[in-house]
């Protein structure tokens, strides 16, 4: 898995290390971030939930985002956020957040420009998960 686009295009990112998760694919990021206007993020701060492998919050701070909070409750998905984070360098501009999605949208502080998220598929809830999100201030 590498990184799709932006100043770390080509950067190997390490994959999912439990079987409940899966990354989302190169092909997927570069759509999301062909779509979205720059504007919405670079310079921005952004949200990742639900990270796994940290990809999608990789793939903001390679196209010029300046801040992501990374979300994952699993402690080897977690592990392997921050290593990713190292290889690539951004480790500066990033904080990972062992926390329920839930818990988080409750507890971190600030503002958003961007949240990202890619959850579980058999994840019920997910009227609730938008509300909260949407009820965040940006």
């Known amino acids: 898995m ?3 686009g932006g100043s770390e295009k080509g950067r190997r990112l390490k994959g999912a290390v439990t079987s409940n998760t899966r990354a989302t694919t190169e092909r997927v990021r570069a759509a999301i971030f062909n779509i979205l206007d720059p504007n919405l993020y670079q310079g921005g701060r952004v949200l990742d939930l639900f990270s796994g492998t940290g990809s999608l919050g990789i793939e903001a701070l390679s196209h010029g985002a300046d801040w992501v909070d990374f979300v994952e409750w699993d402690r080897r998905q977690s592990a392997v956020i921050t290593s ?5 360098g951004l480790t500066a501009k990033a904080k990972v957040h062992r926390l329920d999605v839930f818990q988080a949208l409750q507890t971190l502080p600030g503002n958003y420009d961007l949240a990202l998220m890619d959850p579980p598929y058999k994840m019920g809830n997910l009227d609730n998960l938008m509300e909260q999100v949407s009820a965040r201030p940006v």
């Open 2 to 4: 590498r990184v799709a």
């Open 84 to 88: 990713n984070l190292e290889s690539t």
